[in-house]
């Protein structure tokens, strides 16, 4: 498994040393409270309304069981013994001391982990794809060149006050896990007739109020040659970007507000002086360094006439919690952090370290973090998924809810953020109460619900079967429902039902939904597809009629 | 449109006064600017592409970094030092502390701070990293890992 060298960790530590001095001298009175606000967040640190948020990055979602067990460690020591994996690939803590920060942060940079770039208008942590490596029929593990990228744009001199935020994903396999059409800038693996690799490149999408589906801005950019690329691109951002108009300043609004074709020249021009560089040129050597620091390492395994365990619940289990992998003789296993009547993504520390030991015993010490907010064992032996099971289920975390619809995506909403316009936990909750009925539960099939408390789209609403978002009308709670929003074929925003709904009436509302979709579909018809061929007029009458 | 800084001189490295032209008054008057040594004063959302014929004449150039959060002088200082390889002072003016090795990375070589902080080392913000993992105009005593 990759991890860090000496030089990173060294760097790490360099950047928690200064932020140290940075945030004594803002309690000092001696940095301002606008600077020091720019200056946190690009060390990952909120300052939320009940307390202080501190996000960590744990990049292309890899996590080892040292680095699990020091985020449980972190947990215990420096907040209220649990933390939050989010859909992009952090893990937030909502209960931090700002005095406490710099230590928390020495303690993960001993392990390779840190918060940098993690908020910000900076280039964010860069998402990959949890199942990249393992996944039958990927064009390339994108994960060496991710972190090429974000080597390349760690403390960027020039890219490090950008308009806004900037948020990427690499995708290497043909399915995309990553919505890179909702990022800021996409990155999609592919092959040129020649057989030669290299990105077709997608600007400007994103979420939020004016949610965008990001355009193709260029087909093929040549492997060696991505970092001048990048650069050319966040050098248009950088110089021309909006700054004036806080609603603007995402990279979207620029393509938007040129034209895709338009902003592809700008690029275009500005790479011409970059691309032929000697030193831009992506270096080669280090990534087939990366390539073997990130190859599995496991070896096909031959399990004879292997027969796996005949029982019900196992079954049931499986079905929606075990994948196919790559290598002969191994499973990718799923492990639900949504328990009922708990919030989507928390963990214990006590659930952190017990896993970390499952992690050890079965799955070669590595885990993944994915957008659904669980945990994944990518190396078990298919031989021993029976016994991982019963481990599992003895620690409560054998939920077989995992791909239906009780298991709900939400962002933090009004129980923890200041930002938030209408509650988003307590509503998964009620989800889940009234869909408790397992066989339904599988009838009903794997249904996305996804909730966001407020326009920011945390909780990634648009691009869900189901999603809501949360309103504030009147000093009331409402939450507006889109249908049919999607990514893994191609990318769709969801579209609006109609009127907002009462808070106290939505899930109800959801209960209408399910129930058209079911008199409705056909065969093995999943959501989006059943309402491709019947529309949203059903939808609609059964809801408000 | 573009605001005129607010700055319209500076002391040059050798302690000499120059007086600034904007951006447009330079490009307007290349010649008399010349002869008179005067520099060019960049705000933020100035064209520094206007300054590239006569770059090489100019004797000073300084960035305005009037906003802490406004990140495009260092577009311009890259431009300027890196692509265009200018080998005059670059000046920040308004300059800040937490900023200030992003913004000789970026090929300023001079600043003037907009603000002084008293509790604060001055070398721990322009030598605060040892490491970097990107090509820039100057990476002047970091170890480069790319
Ligand atoms: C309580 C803490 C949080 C705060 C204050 C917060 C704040 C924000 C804000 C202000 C934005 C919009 C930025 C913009 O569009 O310019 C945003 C976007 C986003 N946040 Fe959060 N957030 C929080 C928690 C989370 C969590 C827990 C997750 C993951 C589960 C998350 C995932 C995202 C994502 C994916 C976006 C991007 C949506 C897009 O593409 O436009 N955030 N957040
Ligand atoms: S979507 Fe809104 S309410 Fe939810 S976490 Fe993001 S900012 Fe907060």
């Known amino acids: 498994m990759y991890q860090y060298n000496a030089d990173d960790t060294a760097f790490l530590v360099e950047r928690v040393d200064q932020f140290e001095k940075q945030l004594k001298r803002y309690l000092a009175g001696d940095l301002d409270a606008l600077k020091f606000r720019s200056l946190r967040l690009r060390n990952g640190l909120y300052m939320e309304l009940h307390a202080h ?30 933390g939050h994996f989010t859909t992009r690939q952090n893990i937030q803590y909502n209960w931090i001391e700002l005095p406490e920060i710099a230590n928390l942060l020495r303690d993960l940079s001993a392990v390779g982990l840190h918060a940098i770039q993690t908020s910000g208008k900076a280039m964010r942590n860069i998402t990959a794809d949890p199942f990249s490596g393992l996944t039958e029929d990927e064009v390339e593990d994108a994960r060496p060149y991710c972190e090429l990228v974000r080597r390349w744009f760690n403390i960027h001199p020039e890219f490090s006050w950008l308009p806004s935020k900037f948020k990427m994903a690499i995708n290497g396999a043909k399915l995309d896990e990553t919505a890179l059409q909702i990022h800021d800038l996409g990155l999609k693996i592919v092959k040129n007739d020649a057989g030669e690799l290299g990105f077709a490149s997608y600007v400007g999408g994103g979420l939020g109020a004016a949610p965008m589906v990001g355009p193709e801005i260029h087909p093929f950019v040549p492997v060696e040659d991505i970092l001048s690329y990048l650069e050319s691109v966040l050098r248009i951002y950088n110089l021309k970007g909006r700054r004036d108009n806080l609603k603007r300043l ?81 499973s990718v296993v799923n492990i639900s952090l949504t328990q009922l009547g708990t919030a989507p993504g928390d963990a214990t520390s006590g659930q952190m370290r017990m896993i970390a030991d499952l992690a050890d015993k079965y799955s070669n010490s590595e885990l993944r973090t994915t957008k659904r907010q669980n945990l994944v064992f990518p190396y078990v032996r298919k ?18 809810h995992h791909g239906t619809l009780a298991h709900v995506v939400a962002c933090p909403g009004a129980d923890y953020c200041d930002l938030a316009k209408a509650v988003s936990i307590p509503i998964a909750q009620q989800v889940q109460q009234r869909f408790d009925d397992m066989d339904k539960l599988y009838d009903i099939g794997p249904i996305n619900i996804n909730i966001s408390g407020c326009e920011n789209s945390c909780g990634h ?20 429902i889109t249908l049919a929003g999607e990514t893994l074929q191609e990318t769709i925003i969801g579209r609006k039902l109609g009127r907002s709904i009462a808070g106290a009436e939505v899930v109800d509302a959801i209960e209408d939904i399910v129930n058209i979709y079911l008199e409705n579909r056909e065969e093995g018809e999943n959501f989006v597809d059943a309402f491709k061929r019947i529309g949203i007029a059903p939808f609609k009458e059964k809801v408000y009629g | 449109m573009v605001e005129d800084s607010e700055i319209i001189s500076v002391v040059n490295e050798q302690g000499k006064v120059i007086e600034l032209l904007s951006v447009n008054e330079w490009v307007a008057n290349v010649d008399s600017g010349v002869k008179s040594g005067k520099g060019v004063v960049v705000t933020p959302a100035d064209d520094v592409g206007l300054l590239q014929e006569s770059l090489h004449k100019i004797p000073l150039i300084a ?13 311009q200082a890259t431009l300027i030092r890196k692509r265009w390889s200018y080998s005059g002072e670059i000046r920040g003016i308004n300059a800040h502390l937490d900023q200030l090795q992003f913004m000789l990375r970026s090929g300023v ?38």
């Open chain 1, 383 to 400: 031989d021993q998924v029976h016994a991982l099971w019963q481990d599992l289920d003895k620690s409560d975390l054998a939920s077989p």
């Open chain 1, 53 to 82: 948020m501190l996000r960590v990055a744990i990049p292309y979602g890899i996590l080892n069981t040292e680095q699990l067990r020091a985020l449980a460690d972190v947990a215990d020591k420096y907040d209220r013994g649990f």
């Open chain 2, 109 to 146: 070589n001079t600043y003037d701070l907009q603000e002084q902080y008293q509790g604060s080392n001055e070398h721990d913000y322009t030598h605060g990293f040892s490491i970097c993992y990107q090509v820039a105009a100057n990476n002047a005593d970091m170890k480069e890992k790319f």
């Open chain 1, 250 to 330: 995402r990279i979207k609004f620029l393509v938007r507000e040129h034209g895709a074709a338009e902003f592809a020249k700008m690029v275009d021009e500005d790479w011409q002086h970059g691309k032929d560089d000697p030193e831009l040129k992506l270096n080669m050597e280090e990534l087939a360094k990366l390539k073997q620091d990130f190859a599995l390492p496991v070896k096909p395994l031959d399990l004879g006439d292997f027969k796996d365990t005949l029982d019900i619940n196992y079954s049931i289990w499986k079905t929606n919690n075990v994948r196919a992998h790559k290598i002969a003789g191994y």
């Open chain 1, 461 to 480: 609403h648009h691009i869900a079967d189901i999603g809501l978002l949360g309103l504030k009308k009147n000093e009331q709670e409402f939450y507006q």
């Open chain 2, 63 to 75: 960035l305005d970094f009037v906003s802490f959060d406004d990140g495009r002088g260092y577009s």
